[in-house]
């Protein structure tokens, strides 16, 4: 089963995401991380209370910040897996490179990775953000990489079996 959980910041998403998975398997379970974490004090406090939420939830992370169907080669062969997330992805595939990746390659590269992850789990849950509806004016490449996370939110939502969306901290089901 695939399972996407969107929701804007601090909405509740990623406590949903692990509630999720958690029901759907008790044994051991694969937390992908996809964000670098670099010496940011704010990312790293993030990472440290997401961490000590799953601390005893079973979980074995897997830290995979770009081409997402690599992480397959870190699991057995149970996978029960929890996807956090694709707007990180997004970014990390489409600016950490020598160049901008164009939108299409960053879609394209992003949704075929997780398909292939999909295919290969027993169970996925994917989060990913929701980013808009600020009405804010942004550079040209954040508007690409806006444009791109929508495009991948569309088919991701496509191939999800179900989708939730976390508005304050409640699971509200959108498909």
């Known amino acids: ?29 694969y937390y992908i991380a996809t964000m670098k974490v670099g010496n940011d004090e704010e990312n790293i406090e993030r990472v440290a209370k997401h ?15 770009s081409n997402i169907e690599n992480a397959l080669k870190e699991m057995d062969t149970q996978k029960n897996v929890l996807l956090e997330c694709v ?3 997004t970014a990390n595939e489409m600016f950490f490179g020598t160049e901008i990746t164009s939108i299409e390659d960053t879609v394209n590269n992003v949704v075929n990775g997780i398909k292939t992850l999909a295919k290969e789990c027993d169970n996925l849950v994917i989060v990913s953000n929701n ?3 600020s009405g804010s004016e942004y550079d040209e490449s954040t508007r690409d990489y806006i444009k791109a996370l929508g495009q991948i939110n569309r088919e991701l939502i496509d191939v999800s079996d179900e989708a939730y969306e976390a508005v304050v ?3 509200v089901r959108i498909k």
């Open 51 to 65: 961490r000590e939420q799953r601390r005893e939830k079973n979980f074995v992370t897997i830290e995979c910040p």
């Open 131 to 133: 980013i808009f509806e």
């Open 87 to 89: 707007s990180n992805l």
């Open 1 to 29: 089963m695939t399972i996407l959980i969107l929701g804007g910041s601090a909405s509740g998403k990623s406590k949903i995401a692990e509630d999720t998975i958690c029901s759907l398997c008790s044994s051991r379970k």
């Open 169 to 171: 901290g409640i699971k």
